[in-house]
């Protein structure tokens, strides 16, 4: 009877301090009461094990990452974004208090530590542990109107388990091993069917593309790119990879399919051995990215293939525009607007591949001085204040593409592609389209 007590009050406690300190995890889109605490709460060492992993995972979601990219940011330690780690941690101080609490709660109530249980009535003890948890709760969410709101919504609708969010990692981890058969539609947009005997070739992975699910929004940026020009347009979709995300659409570009050894390999050497239609590209080969050159080691990989690599540092050179991203970042309007100072545009018979960077999740900028569009004025860009600010960015950006379309010359092509939709957390995800938009321009 002692051990069977002491289990539902490690499952109360569990879920009580999930609810107080990770309610806005994407754990908590589905329900209230963990499924997984059910078998952790028996012992103490597992215990300990998930609170650990949920408060890793419970940062890991609000970074907008997986599990996966996680593994090959630590290949190489120094470009990680450290500043912005730190932002995070801060901003998430809840997830910190949710472990800190979790494990004094363990501490107070082990064995180990009989002698402290001696002078401290147990009842006294989980009623100080409650307290503190209320004014924690009361401190970090005073201004989160909508808190008591949300549960109430989960039980009138009768939401009540969900799985933790270590678990959805790995779930997710594992249902995703082979990205090349769950995109079998990469294989249909063939890039060098496209870009056969065009002379120079212009290649645009935007980042986070906001391809909202409404029509009106989706229309208006994609009139933003085409709008007073006489240039044939095609539209596609393809499936986008959660787990490699960026990289991934970095890699479609480069081979039209996937490993996960491309970030470990020099791109040449990737190129020549999976036999990439970039091999046989007999072209000026340029490549520019808005962020630092360290970040995924991409300047040390890219080097022995691109004839000309441009990044963040390169263009802080060349006076473009800073649009900073968490820590620094050149305005990917700006690298457009001015490219022929960054790159020769009379040179014949070229390839560029431009990595965008401002609207990419985390402290999102705004690009302009300006709102494009009113955001007040739709329901759909008020749901999120970043909904806002991205589409917007979206917007200046494509009206840059639009100036150079304008000038560009009958064989050449520029190809416009999302690497990803916004990497929201799931429960208002659901107002973008699941595949990427990419869309091909030629005179």
Not at 236 to 257: H, L, P, Q, Y
Not at 381 to 394: A, G, R, S
Not at 400 to 406: A, C, E, L, P, Q
Request: with cysteine; proline share 1%; net charge positive.
């Amino acid at each position: 009877m002692k051990y069977l007590k002491k289990y539902f009050l490690n499952l109360v406690f569990l879920n009580f301090i999930s609810i107080v300190f990770l309610y806005d995890t994407t754990s908590f889109d589905s329900g209230l009461i963990s499924i997984q605490s059910f078998f952790t709460s028996f012992h103490k060492f597992l215990i300990i094990l998930y609170i650990i992993t949920e408060t890793f995972f419970a940062y890991i979601d609000s970074y907008g990452v997986s599990l996966e990219i996680t593994k090959l940011a630590f290949i190489d330690i120094k470009s990680l974004n450290f500043e912005y780690f730190f932002y995070i941690f801060y901003e998430n101080l809840r997830y910190f208090f949710f472990l800190l609490i979790g494990l004094l709660y363990l501490y107070f109530n082990s064995k180990i530590f009989f002698f402290l249980n001696k002078f401290i009535q147990k009842k006294l003890l989980i009623t100080l542990i409650l307290l503190i948890s209320a004014i924690c709760f009361f401190v970090l969410n005073f201004k989160k109107d909508k808190y008591i709101l949300t549960f109430m919504n989960y039980i009138e609708n009768e939401r009540y388990f969900r799985n933790d969010n270590f678990y959805i990692n790995f779930k997710y981890f594992y249902a995703e091993k082979n990205y090349v058969k769950k995109n079998n539609n990469n294989l249909i947009i063939d890039l060098s069917k496209i870009t056969k005997n065009k002379n120079n070739i212009y290649i645009l992975i935007v980042e986070s593309y906001p391809n909202f699910k409404d029509k009106n929004l989706s229309n208006d940026l994609k009139k933003e790119l085409i709008k007073d020009t006489n240039i044939n347009i095609k539209h596609f979709k393809r499936n986008f990879s959660e787990k490699f995300t960026t990289i991934a659409a970095e890699e479609f570009v480069f081979c039209n399919k996937f490993d996960e050894n491309f970030i470990l390999q020099k791109l040449k050497n990737y190129i020549e051995n999976k036999n990439c239609w970039l091999k046989y590209a007999k072209k000026k080969k340029i490549y520019i990215h808005s962020y630092k050159k360290d970040f995924f080691n991409r300047f040390e990989r890219y080097q022995s293939y691109f004839d000309q690599l441009f990044f963040y540092e390169d263009l802080n050179l060349r006076k473009m525009k800073n649009c900073p991203w968490n820590d620094i970042g050149s305005c990917d309007y700006d690298i457009i607007d001015n490219l022929d100072k960054i790159i020769d545009l009379n040179h014949n018979n070229q390839i560029l591949i431009f990595l965008t960077l401002n609207n990419h999740l985390g402290q999102i900028y705004k690009t302009y001085d300006k709102e494009m569009v009113n955001c007040k004025n739709n329901f759909i860009l008020n749901i999120n204040p970043d909904f806002c600010i991205l589409f917007n960015n979206q917007l200046k950006f494509n009206n840059s593409v639009n100036n150079f379309i304008k000038q560009m010359k009958k064989d050449e092509i520029l190809i416009l592609m999302g690497d990803t939709p916004p990497m929201f957390k799931k429960n208002i995800r659901k107002y973008f389209n699941e595949e990427t938009d990419i869309f091909i321009f030629e005179k």
